[in-house]
């Protein structure tokens, strides 16, 4: 597992950003936000006291235009106190085989009562009942994206595999 690990931070490190779509090819920031709506659900992946990594499933809301994504959970679970260790994490957007999304950024947790009243889901009461006290706010702001979607054409690199790359400003 370790070795694995080691390999992914290989080929993480050794990306480099593509240029810009030429004219008349597909926007991979559209195709990317195409996508994430398109598959709703997202894996969250966090890194526990040890380093190792932990994923769970996510209802995240819609990436706003600079693609920061913001989910919900309990102020209690695990991922709150992984984030306050250490804010690094991935969200990752599975579209079957048609390829998927992966935004690298930082989260920090949000537990101001106006924007989780912006935020709050219909059908979250199961989850939540105490809104007040027992909803906690993820806003996970990007710094780097890779896509693969095939049904825009956004196939990566043929030998390396490597997928597009799109970095963001901070």
């Keep these: ?28 920031t559209e195709a990317a936000r195409e996508l994430i709506k398109r598959v709703g659900k997202c894996a ?11 994923v769970r499933t996510m209802d995240p809301f819609e990436p706003e235009p600079d693609f920061t994504i913001w989910l919900a959970t309990n102020p209690q679970s695990r991922k709150v106190t992984q984030i306050e260790n250490n804010p690094a994490v991935t969200l990752y957007y599975a579209d079957g085989d048609n390829g998927y999304v992966s935004l690298y950024g930082s989260a920090k947790l949000i537990n101001d009562q106006t924007e989780k009243d912006i935020r709050w889901k219909q059908g979250w009461e199961q989850f939540y009942p105490n809104r007040k006290e027992g909803y906690l706010l993820i806003k996970v702001k990007p710094s780097r994206m890779e896509i693969i979607d095939y049904k825009s ?18």
């Design 153 to 170: 054409g956004i196939q990566g690199d043929s030998i390396t595999w490597q997928p597009e790359v799109i970095l963001f400003k901070e």
């Design 1 to 28: 597992m370790i070795k694995y690990l080691i390999f992914l931070c290989l080929i993480v490190l050794s990306c480099t950003p593509k240029p810009p779509p030429e004219s008349g090819a597909v926007d991979a």
């Design 44 to 54: 969250l992946i966090t890194l526990d006291e040890s380093g190792q990594p932990q």
